[in-house]
């Protein structure tokens, strides 16, 4: 039905509730983008958070299933297959993206008991104008190859703690960082 929230989804003819508040995808989001964790592991965490009822799914329902959150994550979109450039993080930029969802939302999300992740993330794409916006525009004219004009050179240049996206790294690589660092000092 047109402008309704799913709060369930349809796997192989059989209806499962789920969990869709943005918190609970929130974490299936960061999980997904977790170094540490292999392919199999995300898709059950995933599995796991988003169908309460996910004991007593069948096993072969798994695919179908990690199918439909994905879809339902992505706002009901089936996924086009192109790769985007990463231009933003949710953990990365909690500090930045929550206050500009707000101002669109007109209250403090975070504190209400729920709101539903397609109204959440209605909600993060009607941003507009605010800091958040002008990093991810600058983080996209960048990803493109795009040139900053001169005023976008010393914002990016003066706001490099919040402009530059850190790489996601395994506590292996970081390690390895570290006693490179400790060499170089």
Known sequence: MIG??????????????IRSDFRDVLKIVVAFSDPELGDGEKVYICLRILYPG????PQEQYEAAF??????????????????????????????????INKVAGYE???????????????????SEGVYSSVLN???????????EKWEQEYWR??????????KLTEAEKEARDKLNALLD
Not at 140 to 147: S, T
């Open 4 to 17: 309704a929230l799913p709060k369930s989804l349809l796997i192989d003819g059989i209806e499962y509730d």
């Open 54 to 57: 996910f004991d007593d799914m």
């Open 67 to 100: 199918r439909a959150a994905i879809e339902f994550i992505d706002n009901g979109q089936k996924d086009d297959g192109r790769p985007s450039p990463r231009v933003m993080d949710w953990e990365q930029d909690e500090t930045l993206v929550f206050p500009a």
């Open 109 to 127: 999300t975070r504190s209400c008991d729920y709101l539903h992740w397609w109204t959440f993330i209605g909600y993060y794409m009607e941003i």
């Open 138 to 148: 600058l983080r996209m004219k960048r990803a493109k190859g795009k040139k900053l």
């Open 158 to 167: 003066s706001n490099k703690r919040i402009c530059v996206l850190k790489p």
